[in-house]
């Protein structure tokens, strides 16, 4: 299959790892551009590494649907976080069989989606939303090398990323995306809708006691910030699981000093907290915030922390919403509305156009691991979902009329 053929373009021998214009982007890009020669794109590279494939519509001057999804992947990747997206894109094309459309569709291949390299994500979606501003261009990855110089590195000029923005042509953006979660697969359906993209906060929390003698110093005279922590994130877990939809983790810790022998003086850790509906999540950090300063009270320590990540949720478009659910119905399958935990490029997208996303069930819910996979007839099916959208929307004067919000 061809997502498989597209996971052997690595940085690392032995697995995936696919950054921002890393040098196997290249490879890819040469890769795709064999498979849309037949189908007569206008193929180019815009000046942030996406690929834009320009599928013309019957009649010139139309409005274009774009359809795509990411190119770049985590360290240690699947095959199908992303690439499925671009290669669904490309059957769809193939399928038309030289077929014009009232509209004219624009496969993109976003080049930064997980932001590995810089740090931070979205860099080729945000170009086409015209939010690539020029902070961006001096982020530097862990060699030193700033963005700029990676644009140029990789044969393109920093100067055109403008030019990558939408122009007001484009009707809806359309992204096929595994799921990267068990529900589907615990439902038993092959595809779902997503009605929004969960909000996030990201912060960083150092709870402060006093190291000392492990062998010396009575459980009661001790100022223990590991102790201390470890009963905040229970909080957290147990705080979480009773607000519904809400998903809260401490994922990362680190301890000073960090000795098998010494009562720990210092604990960082992060959280990460995300919900659908963003007063939700905000009430829930707040109160998250005032579980640690009360531990930390109670145990004479001391907490402090600060806000890495606030993102709201993003809704998906309505009447792409409906469409989708009905080429699902028409697929043969069972439409499942649901909430994305993951960001996508779509939620950067529906700044500026209406957006859609199709979710593909994701055997064990496995992503972001060599493990991850998809089932073929799930494969099938999306492709022939995204064939009715196609024909929903050629037949809808009302969809081509819609442009973008700018
Ligand atoms: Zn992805």
Redesign the pocket.
Known sequence: MRCRKLATFSEDSGSLRRTFLSAPMHGVHREIATWLEPLRTELQIDAAGNLRALYPAAEAATPRLLIG??LDTVPNAGAF??ILGVVLAIALLKGLDGRRLPYAIEVVGFSD??GVRFGTPFLGSRALVGRFDESLLALQDSHGVPVRKAIEDFGLDPANIAEAALRNDVCANLEF??E?GPLLESLELPLGVVEAIAGQSRLEFTFVGRANHAGTTPMNLRFDAIAGAAEWIAAVEGGAKRIPGLVATVGSLQTEPGAVNVIAGKVRLSLDVRHPVDEVRIRAVEGLVRDAQSIAYGRGLTVSWKERMNQSAVRMDHSLIAAIEEAIRKAGCKPHRMVSG?G?DAMILAERVPAGMVFVRTPGGISHDPAESVLVDDVVKAIECGFHLLDEFAESPAFQKRMHRA
């Open positions: 999804s990411h976080d992303g989606e997980e995306h595994i990267q993951a996508h």
